[in-house]
């Protein structure tokens, strides 16, 4: 039988660190990732045979658990007319009209194959737009690893990052390229003036744990976008028909002038959109001068995986994700409370995040205060050893689904109340 250890190895000879994205390595939890053989529904197994609990969910790409069967026909049916042509397909006009259709004053799409694309793409229309330069974001927010969004982010980036005035992120990220990106701290409103190109925000911040808008944060920003002139930019790649049919936009009532999307709208396929007005995204390419592309764009196998979660995705679906959501803070809270461990389960809607400490953080600052009292590594590999699959960095959310049974949330808290013990017991 392989190994996980034995398969890392050989992985760490010709992948660098042994993985294609940063946080799946455990560098932050320290030990040996598990390497995944098949999943379905709520559970990943790995090549050891051993089964998890799975919170992942490839990081919310999986909305209705792993290989849903309505997924499966619909890219395997996809899979057999072709995967890709260079010629536009009847599956993107639906996917586009599926997105457009759930959000109002979103009048026009563009596919594009992940989020990264996504924000770097809707980031070039605003500042080609408006003829402005300035591209806010805040502290602790992730709009993917474009050079110039690659500041003070979340997510895995955060890890490296001790306060919010490291910028840029990364080596080979000049200072050039963000040398026109402003950072600024999450829930507050700040002044801008008319430089401002993009207000890019996480509506709810995902990326340094789960942090959600203060009240009046995104209304101030849509007033100050306003004000300026500047555009509003929703990344929605993780709340997007997540928090509602209309994601954040929907449950807060604040409604960008810009869109991106990602993770869910792909199911589990490989796949980005941002969108705008008509008038704004006549601006792209081939109608406007900005120019944006992409081989595997809109890609058949994406748009039926996509189109099938989201027809899946009624309001049901969103009961029972809130719910799901719910029971899994609440037991989670319980067992911290119970073994005396100081923890905050903050919800909102279907996402649920984890801090240890007294007070859910508002800002990045908080969060890395947070991460630093260190107790997430030793949380971590208690329930992976109970058989819970976490994201291996402190800073990710926690990702119920549909597929998440009562069973499921049973023995996932109960873990957490042996866990919480150990860790009150100094372990
Ligand atoms: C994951 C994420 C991205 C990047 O998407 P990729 O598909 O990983 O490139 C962008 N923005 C947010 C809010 C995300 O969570």
Not at 49 to 72: F, K, N
Not at 103 to 109: A, I, K, S, W
Not at 384 to 413: C, I, K, N, Q, W
Request: hydrophobic share 45%; charged share 15%; net charge negative.
């Amino acid at each position: 039988m392989t190994t996980n250890a034995e398969l890392f190895e050989r992985g760490l000879r010709v992948i660098p660190g042994g993985v294609n994205s940063p946080v799946r390595a455990f560098r932050s939890v320290g030990g040996t990732p598990y390497f995944v053989a098949r999943a379905e529904g709520a559970h990943v197994w790995d090549v050891e045979g051993r089964r998890l609990v799975d919170l992942v969910q490839s990081y919310g790409a999986s909305i209705l658990g792993h290989a849903d069967p309505r997924v499966v026909a619909a890219v395997r049916d996809a899979a057999g007319r072709g995967s890709t042509y260079g010629a536009p397909t009847e599956g993107e006009v639906l996917l586009a009209e599926a997105l457009t259709g759930r959000y109002p004053g979103l009048e026009q799409v563009r596919l594009v194959s992940s989020g990264t694309e996504a924000a770097m793409s809707a980031l070039r229309l605003a500042r080609g737009v408006t003829g402005r330069a300035t591209a806010v974001k805040f502290a602790g927010n992730y709009h993917g690893h474009s050079d110039a969004l690659l500041a003070a982010a979340g997510s895995g980036v955060a890890e490296g990052v001790i306060g919010t005035e490291v910028v840029p992120d990364s080596a080979g990220v000049t200072a050039g390229a963000v040398a026109d990106t402003v950072v600024l701290p999450y829930n507050v409103v700040p002044t801008l003036d008319d430089s401002v190109a993009v207000v890019c925000v996480e509506p709810v911040a995902a990326n340094m744990g789960l942090v959600p808008p203060e009240p009046g944060f995104l209304e101030g920003l849509r007033a100050e976008c306003d004000r300026v002139g500047a555009l509003l930019l929703f990344d929605e790649v993780i709340t997007g028909c997540r928090l509602a049919a209309g994601g954040a936009t929907e449950r807060f009532g604040v409604r960008p002038d810009v869109w991106c999307f990602g993770k869910v709208i792909g199911g589990g396929l490989p796949v980005g959109a941002f969108g705008a007005s008509a008038e704004v995204m006549a601006e792209l390419a081939p109608t406007g001068p900005v120019y944006q592309a992409g081989t595997l764009s809109g890609n058949p196998l994406a748009t039926a995986a996509g189109l099938t979660v989201l027809r899946a995705l009624d309001a049901a679906a969103y009961e029972q994700l809130e719910t799901t959501a719910t029971a899994l803070a609440t037991g989670l809270r319980l067992a911290f409370d119970a073994a005396g461990v100081e923890a905050v389960v903050p919800r909102c809607g279907p996402l649920v995040g984890l801090f240890f400490g007294t007070a859910s953080p508002v800002d990045f600052d908080g969060a890395v205060r947070s991460v630093a009292a260190g107790r997430y590594p030793a949380f971590f590999h208690g329930m992976l050893e109970r058989g819970v699959a976490l994201a291996p960095g402190p800073y990710e959310v926690m990702f119920p689904s549909l597929a998440h049974t009562d069973a499921d949330l049973e023995l996932v808290v109960g873990a957490a109340h042996e866990v919480a013990a150990v860790l009150a017991a100094g372990g």
